[in-house]
């Protein structure tokens, strides 16, 4: 028998590829909650970001802060184009948008979860809702023995962690622990950023649609977003995910600069300011400039840097000309603390990837365990890689688990 403990988009595509390959084996999937699917259900803004169109499994790594060399194999094994034709051919076409991420047609996430509970069901799977694996103990003679909530134990050859990431379970980690495995600790990934800059969230709205975003060395360029209590934006959230174990560990207190232009840049930012202070010396600094920015954001950058109404670009000195500069280009917060980003977020940290054999997704540590999707040490960056993950990671171990 093989046993799946959680009922997330991993766990059940395990135990659907399991019973595919190996119809005969008994496959009985745990969930502690009262529902399969929570994640997916509510993913995407209730849209469910499947997967993205990247068809190449080197540049599709690029897109995970941790994992990414290990799923390089994974991917190409099976990847976004098989996920698109596992559901098209279960009836369920997927659509890329144009930045590449790639939702049900139907724009509506149950369509995706409904496609899987109905293959689960056509195939037999036993899924047993409210139905927690209290502890997971290697049996003597060889396989496990799972201990459900109501005290009774049922014996598995194989078992998959699939118990996702820390906002899913915690216990998953400790499961994981127990049989001999390594946590590195979970710290969130996928957030925005809380900045103390009461002239910058009085813009709350105000969206950019390239800056370029950084913390220490690491620089991220996208939209950004002003929020009440910060930023966020697909840069910000980028940022956040390959910045994830630094923020967290300087408490989320650090600085972050941006840079609005980052098409001119620091060095040609000056430049530009004196080209046009030359042609518009007449024009109210606040009331604009070159770069096109939205008006409310330069404006409050032009106060930010000393050149509020009524100084004209004529009367700009050279001090505050540099000034402006390095608020347009070099725009420096404190940030306070990060807000969740309800549309997706993740987990930096994990099960300790060493310890899994990425062919199978067997632990390298007890052999007839296996670990797929967020309770390893993978994220990735929003835009549906990590429901990749979890449908490469389940596959794999699906048929890993059948053919064991
Ligand atoms: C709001 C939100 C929106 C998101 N949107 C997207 C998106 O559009 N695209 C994308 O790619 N990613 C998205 N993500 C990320 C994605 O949802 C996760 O990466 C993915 O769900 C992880 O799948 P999983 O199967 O590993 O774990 P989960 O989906 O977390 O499932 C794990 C399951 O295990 C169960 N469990 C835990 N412990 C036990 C136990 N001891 N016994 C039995 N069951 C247990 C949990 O109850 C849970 O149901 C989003 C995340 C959030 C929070």
Known sequence: MIVVIGAGPAGLFAAITAREAAPDVPVVVLEKSARALAKVLVSGGGRCNVTHACFDPRELVTRYPRGGRELRGPLTRFGPADVVAWFAARGVELKAEPDGRMFPVSNDARTIAGALLDAARDLGVDLRLGCGARRVAAAPGGGFAVTLPDGAVLQADRV???????????????????????????????????????????????????????????????????????????????????????????????????????????????????????????????????????????????????AAEPLRWGDLGRAAREQLGAALCATRLA???????????????????????????????????????????????????????CWTTGRLAGLAMAAG
């Open 160 to 306: 998959l962690l699939a118990t996702g990431g820390r906002t899913s379970s915690e216990d998953g980690y400790a499961l994981a622990a127990a049989l001999g495995h390594s946590v590195v600790p979970p710290v969130p990934s996928l957030f925005s950023l809380d900045c103390a800059a009461p002239w910058l969230t009085a813009l709350a709205g105000v969206a950019v649609p390239d800056a370029e975003v950084a913390v220490g060395a690491i620089t991220r360029r996208g939209p950004v977003l002003v929020t009440h209590r910060g930023v966020s934006g697909p840069a910000v959230l980028v940022l956040s995910a390959w910045a994830a174990r630094l923020l967290h560990d300087c408490g989320y207190r650090t600085e972050l600069r941006i840079d609005w232009l980052p098409d001119v840049g620091p060095a040609h930012i000056d430049a530009l300011l004196q080209e046009f202070a030359r042609a518009h010396g007449k024009q109210a600094v606040a009331l604009g400039g070159p770069g096109g920015l939205p008006k409310r954001l330069w404006a409050a950058l032009a106060a930010h840097a000393g």
């Open 335 to 389: 940030t306070t603390g990060q807000s969740v980003h309800k549309e997706e977020f993740v987990t930096c940290g994990g099960v300790d990837l060493r310890e899994v054999d990425f062919r199978t997704m067997e632990s390298r540590v007890r052999p007839g365990l296996y670990l797929a999707g967020e309770v390893l040490d993978i994220d990735g960056v929003t835009g549906g890689f990590n429901f990749q993950s």
